[in-house]
Structure formats: structure tokens, C-alpha cells
């Protein structure tokens, strides 16, 4: 069993478009970044993107998750950046993944779907539920990093 400290927490955000590089190139960075501090961190996630807005799931520490989403707040990939929740929990759901990520494409449509997300990601429809659901889901299943 993990420390009793364990805790998850889902946010959402929006793309800042308009960037220099693109999409994909501004993903692969995020999650190299991410990467490198959450290994420090002992922070592990998940991060799903559509082009437009992401969802992330993040596990570890209450005190690494705080100064994880600070960063994340200031970070100018981001805007509109809503926590969504934060909950103490007993095992993580992505102990491999220092920090996996998702960029959507229509081949994962029907797990998107399952979880009533039809086209692009609704910010206003999103809780923390669907939120780690969905990225359980694209995590076990044949989605890759990119």
C-alpha cells in the first residue's frame, strides 16, 4: 500500500493557440518537461490533449500536486487553467507513467464517446469523474505517447 499522504487531482485547460510551435511539438514539450519534474516530484499522470483544451489527471504527494499546478498555472501552453478536483487516494492509477500523454485522435473516438465526450472537449461538462475515467481508459488501452 502507498503512503496515506496519496492524492489525485484532475484539472482542465485550454490550449493558448497562436504559438510559434504547433500543436504536437507544444504536447511532446509539455511532456518532456513534465517528465523530467515529476520524476523529482514523485508525481505520476496522465494528460490528454484534443488540440484545443487538455485534461490531466495528476497522482502524488498534496504538496507536489500544489507546486505542480503552479507551474502548470504559469506556464503560457495553458489558460484557463480549473482544478477540478483533488482527492486522497490509496493506489495510483498510473504508476508507470512519470507522465503519459494523449493527443486525440478518431480512432479513439467510441472510448471518448463511452465517456460522453462527442467532438471536441466541453470544459463545462467535465468533472473529476470523467476526468480519471477517461484517462484510466486511453492509458490501458492502445494509446501511446507521442
Same mark, same amino acid.
Given at each position: 500500500?502507498?503512503?496515506?499522504? $496519496?492524492? !489525485?487531482?484532475?484539472?482542465?485547460?485550454?490550449? !493558448?493557440?497562436?504559438?510559434?510551435?504547433?500543436?504536437?511539438?507544444?504536447?511532446?514539450?509539455?511532456? &518532456?518537461? &513534465?517528465? =523530467?519534474?515529476?520524476?523529482?516530484?514523485?508525481?505520476?499522470?496522465?494528460? #490528454? *490533449? @484534443?488540440?484545443?483544451? *487538455?485534461?490531466?489527471?495528476?497522482?502524488?504527494?498534496?504538496?507536489?500536486?500544489?507546486?505542480?499546478?503552479?507551474?502548470?498555472?504559469?506556464?503560457?501552453?495553458? !489558460?484557463?487553467?480549473?482544478? $477540478?478536483?483533488?482527492?486522497?487516494?490509496?493506489?495510483?492509477? *498510473?504508476?508507470?507513467?512519470?507522465?503519459?500523454?494523449?493527443?486525440?485522435?478518431?480512432?479513439?473516438?467510441?472510448? *471518448?464517446?463511452?465517456?460522453? #465526450? $462527442?467532438? =471536441?472537449?466541453?470544459?463545462?461538462?467535465? @468533472?473529476?469523474?470523467?476526468?480519471?475515467?477517461?484517462?484510466?481508459? $486511453?492509458?490501458?488501452?492502445?494509446?501511446?505517447?507521442?
Amino acid at each position: 500500500m502507498e503512503s496515506p499522504s $496519496l492524492h !489525485r487531482l484532475a484539472y482542465v485547460s485550454t490550449y !493558448r493557440s497562436g504559438r510559434v510551435d504547433g500543436e504536437l511539438t507544444a504536447l511532446r514539450a509539455i511532456l &518532456s518537461v &513534465s517528465r =523530467k519534474n515529476n520524476e523529482a516530484a514523485d508525481v505520476t499522470g496522465y494528460l #490528454i *490533449f @484534443d488540440g484545443e483544451s *487538455f485534461i490531466q489527471v495528476l497522482e502524488g504527494p498534496h504538496d507536489a500536486l500544489q507546486a505542480t499546478m503552479d507551474r502548470i498555472a504559469r506556464d503560457e501552453r495553458h !489558460r484557463d487553467v480549473a482544478v $477540478l478536483a483533488t482527492q486522497p487516494i490509496e493506489t495510483r492509477s *498510473f504508476r508507470e507513467w512519470k507522465m503519459g500523454g494523449y493527443r486525440r485522435t478518431p480512432a479513439q473516438d467510441p472510448i *471518448f464517446a463511452a465517456h460522453g #465526450i $462527442l467532438g =471536441k472537449i466541453d470544459r463545462s461538462r467535465i @468533472d473529476y469523474e470523467t476526468a480519471v475515467s477517461l484517462a484510466q481508459a $486511453l492509458s490501458l488501452g492502445d494509446a501511446r505517447s507521442p
